[in-house]
C-alpha cells in the first residue's frame, strides 16, 4: 500500500533530515513508527502524502508515485487520511461543517449526503451531540476524535497519525486510542507516530524505530518487544518503559 | 465672536448635506473598501505566492503606493485616466470619465496598498499546520486559501480593517480637489454660498468626528468578542 524506498532528504545542504529510508505498509498493517525527538518521524510520515517535498528516492501509494510531477496530488491526498499532533480542526467551522468541507469540495458529494456521512462518523466516535459547536468548545480528546472523523469522512485507503495523543492530557489519551484500536481491528491500513508501546502492543504488526533520520529498526512487533537488535532502540525502549 | 452665528443654516441644509453629500461619502467608502479588501488580498496572495516576480511586483506597487501623498494620487488620476483610457482604447480623444468612477478607482487602488499589508498580516498569523491539514485533505491550493485559511485571516483582522476604513471614510474628503460634492463638499458649497464658513465647518467636523467615534468604539467591542472566541 506504501512503498518507501531510499529517501534522503536536507532541509539545508548541511543538515540531513532523513538518510536512505526503506520500508513499506501493507494492506491492512498496523505499522508503529517510534524514536527520539527530531529523529524525523514526522518529517518521514509527512513525506508519504507529499506534505513534505524529497530531494531523493521513491514514495508511492496504492501505486501512485508521490514524487511524480505528474501525479495529481490533491487527489491523492484525499485518499491518505492524515490525523495531526495539535488536531489542527478549522476553527472558523462548526464541527460538523468540519467534517462536510472537503467532502463537498474535493469528493463533490451533495451537502445532504456529506452530512449524513459526517453524523454516522460522529456518531461513531461518540461525538453526535458536539455537530453543532465549534472545536474550540470541545476537548483536547474530543478534538482529537473529531479530527480522525473528519480523516474517515473522505473514505480513505489508508491512514496517517503524527502523535496523534501526545498534546492530550493524561485522561484524554484512552478515548483516542480507543477509536485508533477500533479502526486496527476493522483492517484500516495505518502508519502510526507514537509513543503508545501499549498501543503498539495491542494492534502493531510492525515496529520502526528511527534515530538521527534513519530506519534503525524495522521488525515486527513481537521481535521489536521481545528484544531490538541494536543498541539503540534498546536504550530508547528502556527509557519510555520505565515509567 | 459667536454672537453672531447662525446654526439654522445648518438645520436648513440638513437635506442636502445627508442626501447627497452623506450618500456620496458613505458609496464611495464602501465601495473602496470593498474594491481595496479584494485587490488587496489578491495582492497579499501575491506576496506569499513564493513565485518571486509576482511578490517583487506586488512589494513595489505597494511600496510606490504608499509613498505618494493621496491628494496627489486623486488628482493625477483623474487628469491622467481619460488619456491612458484614450491610449488603451485607441480612441481619437481622451475618453470622459466621470469624477465619481476616477475617485473610486483612486481610492481602490490608494487603499489596496494598505488592505495588502493587513491581510498578509493575517495570513501569516495562521499556524501552518492549518493549511497542512485542509492540504492533507485533499483540497488544491486556491480551496485551502478561499476556505480555510483567508476566511480566518479576515476574521482575526477585521478589527484592524474596520480601522482602516475609518481612516478612509475621512480620506474620502479629499475627493474636494475634484470639486466632487460629498459630506464635505456640500458642507463647502453651503458655506460659500451663505457665507457662513464657521458654522458650516464645525458641523462637517462634529459629523465626522461621531461617526468615526461610534465606529472605533464599534470596533473596541468587536475586539472584545474576538478575544473570547479564540
Ligand atoms: N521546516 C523545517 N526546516 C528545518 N528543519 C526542520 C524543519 N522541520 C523540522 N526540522 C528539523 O528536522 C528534524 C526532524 O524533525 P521531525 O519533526 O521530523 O522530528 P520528529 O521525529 O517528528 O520529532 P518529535 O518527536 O519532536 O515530533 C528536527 O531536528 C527538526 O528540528
Ligand atoms: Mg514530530
Redesign the pocket.
Known sequence: MIEISHVNKW??PS?Q?LTDCTTSVTKGEVVVVC??????????I?CVNALEPFQSGDISVDGTKVNDPKTNLPKLRSRVGMVF?HFELFPHLKIIDNLCLAQQKVLDRSRDKAMAKGMQLLERVGLKEQAQKYPANLSGGQQQRVAIARALAMDPIVMLF??PT?ALDPEMVSEVLDVMVDLAHEGMTMMV?THEMGFARKVANRVIF?DR?EIVEDAAKEDFFGKPRSDRAQKFLSKILSH | MFANLDFDVIRRALPYLFYEGMTFTLTLTALAALGGLVFGTALALMRLSGYKILGRIAGVYVDFMRSLPLVLVIFWFYFLVPYIGQWVTGASRPISVGAFASSLITFIMFEAAYFSEIMRAGIQSISRGQPAAASALGLTYAQTMRYVVLPQAFRNMLPVLITQTIVLFQDTSLVYVLSITDFLGAASKVAQRDGRLVEMYLFAAVVYFTISCIASFGVRRLQARIAIIR
Open positions: 532541509y539545508s543538515f533530515v524514536g527520539p525527538s527530531g529523529s524525523g518521524k514526522s518529517t518521514l509527512k499532533q503524527d502523535e501526545s507516530v528511527m533520520g
